[in-house]
């Protein structure tokens, strides 16, 4: 037998932003990880005020949270290193998109 | 049916060591990276191996897939039972149009799900009162990807999601269990952003509330537009009569067919902006009706004469600027 739920999603950079425990939590790091990417320029929090604890992060932070550790974790590649992987693949797929289009 | 094979997806046998493992990731993921790669199927191609990768990296979980694996071959031994070819993955269900949501790092998900029922379990056998020294953890997040068209962005749309997990039962065996989840997409979403959907991670334990499970939003390739967040653009095709002269010509939007104001003069590749009728939102997003001059073939006598009449009577030469003649 199958359950059947119904539920309503919202839109995570409307109503729900990702606060930094769970954005820690989906890359497998701690709440420090994330803080030196903030701190470094690597991810922008929609709300950073002090303390931490009360950052929140929109949908796009949490791609590049999780590509960024990915980056680390598998291919061993410093924070910046991995920053600029994540940059050149954003601006892949941006150029990609408008391509589409011609 | 096809059991998703780890070992076989990173091409390596089963008793290499982690560091095999590592350089068979990484070798694969330079081949089939969605960003890089040339293969048709790279990005179903990178997400199996990033699945393979999470589970068969860590020692842990490596061993929990070896038995779990075991668990479920059939009565020979030989081969896994049904359904497990399509793995971990939600399968889309009804609803028209593409629909495809895959759990990332379900697989990895299960582990913890497995692990975390296990250590309830022992709790509850450990201690005369279980309940008294469960400290309450929300459950963690689950994320995945899910694909959809503009119009369900547009007007909001209502996906059934089928989700498999696997829980132990009263043995500590793991069983598959399926469960459906009608999905309400809010209207104005966009490519990129993530829906939350709470409650239907992991469950807690100890009291602790369930965790959240994430939808990375995709939009499926559409035949007439292309997004950039709620904007979106469409080619118009046009007569050069309408470009040269101007005048009313009608255009399909999400809304609805539109007629819009051609300018006299209006050269290929121009832009017009119809405002508000890109996706909805505060504010909703423009389309943009990117001018596409068609010429229609001189394949008859009164065509032809028209085309001859207009090259007396235009003297032009858009050849002028690279200093040749006409």
Known sequence: ?102 | MEFKDYYKILEVPREASQDDIRKAYRKLARKYHPDVSKEPDAEARMRDLNEANDVLRDAEKRAAYDGLAAGVAGPNGASPGPGWDRGFEFSGAQGEGPNQAEFQDFMAGLFKQAEQQRRTQGRGQGFDSGQGYAQPLRGEDHHADIEISFEDSFAGATRELGLRSVQLDAKGRPQLVNRTLSVKIPAGVKAGQMIRLAGQGMPGEGGGAPGDLFLAVHFAAHALYQSNGRDLSMKLPVTPWEAALGGKVHAPTLAGEVEVNIAAGSKQGGKLRLRGKGLPGDPPGDLYLVLDIVWPTAENEQTRAAYEQLAKAAAFNPRAHLGVSA
């Open chain 1, 1 to 102: 037998m199958t359950q059947i739920t119904i539920c309503t999603a919202v839109v995570v950079d409307d109503q729900a932003p990702v606060t930094i425990h769970e954005l820690a939590q989906c890359c497998e790091q701690q709440i420090e990880w994330v803080m030196t990417l903030v701190e470094h320029g690597v991810l922008p929090a929609l709300r950073q005020s002090a303390p931490p604890e009360g950052w929140v992060f929109a949908s796009a932070a949490v791609a590049r949270a999780r590509q960024v550790a990915r980056l680390q974790r598998d291919f061993e590649v410093n924070l910046d290193a991995a920053a600029l992987i994540a940059d050149l693949m954003q601006e892949v797929r941006d150029l990609r998109l408008q391509l589409r289009g011609f």
